[in-house]
């Protein structure tokens, strides 16, 4: 039962540099995401591609690329590590709603990315 | 600026006491879920709340969801250590494609 696979599980960077964070997941679904997880946040959405092919922003965009490489992959990447980028890092996948009310199918979440920037 | 705010932040309780988490916001929501995320892991939905005024026991756990689907709580009766974790809720606003997740609230329960 793999579900949710993140990788790298611990990363340390200087800042400016680059670095791509994968995620993969064997559920077959739709949608992923990408999250950021600081003290007293909570989870904040980074970017979401609701299907193969399209990826869009969530609330803190800003410093991330996304690609949706095929319908199990989704790789968010910092071109140009910052400080402000330390954080414990979250990807996650959701079935697709059937019916009229959203967000009823959960999200599967993998065990995070801890990215520490220098 | 949280669109859900949750209350408290922090919470250390001994075993066996009640307790109610609270998940706030000024934006109505299609539905709300709660999950909960033990150290060194994601987090794992607890369950989902659709219709305003909705409860859901889950042995011990109550959700509810407020009449105006703006808000909902968490309450635990008779803690456990086992329920010592990070409780987030999370949902969709009635407007918008973006999905949202709570601030958190990391609960202590002391055997």
């Known amino acids: 039962n793999a579900g949710v696979t993140q990788t790298p599980k611990f990363q340390v960077l200087k800042t400016g540099q680059s670095m791509t964070l994968q995620c993969a997941q064997d559920?077959?679904?739709?949608?992923m995401y990408w999250y950021r997880q600081d003290p007293g946040m909570g989870l904040r959405l980074i970017y979401y591609?609701?299907?193969?092919?399209?990826?869009d922003k969530g609330e803190v965009p800003n410093g991330y690329n996304v690609s949706r490489l095929n319908k199990r992959e989704f790789s968010l990447r910092l071109e140009s590590a910052a400080p402000s980028q330390t954080s414990v890092y979250f990807c996650?996948?959701?079935?697709?709603?059937?019916?009229?009310?959203?967000?009823?199918?959960?999200?599967?979440f993998g065990d995070g990315t801890r990215l520490s920037i220098l | 600026t949280q669109l859900l705010e949750q209350s408290p932040q922090f919470l250390s309780i001994q075993e066996g006491e009640n307790l109610t988490v609270y998940c706030n916001s000024s934006?109505?929501?299609?539905?709300l879920q709660w999950y909960r995320q033990e150290p060194g892991e994601g987090p794992v939905l607890l369950v989902t709340?659709?219709?305003?005024?909705e409860v859901k026991k889950l042995k011990r756990l109550t959700f509810q969801f407020g009449d105006a689907r703006k808000d909902s709580s968490l309450h635990i009766t008779a803690a456990q250590p086992g329920d010592t974790g990070l409780y987030l809720c999370?949902?969709?606003?009635?407007?918008?494609?973006?999905?949202?997740f709570g601030t958190g609230t990391s609960l202590t329960v002391i055997p």
């Open positions: 996650a996948s959701r079935d697709r709603d059937r019916g009229v009310t959203r967000l009823v199918q959960p999200q599967h």
């Open positions: 559920m077959n679904h739709n949608s």
């Open positions: 591609s609701a299907s193969e092919g399209t990826t």
């Open positions: 934006s109505v929501f299609s539905s």
């Open positions: 709340v659709v219709t305003g005024g």
């Open positions: 999370a949902g969709f606003p009635n407007t918008g494609n973006q999905f949202y």
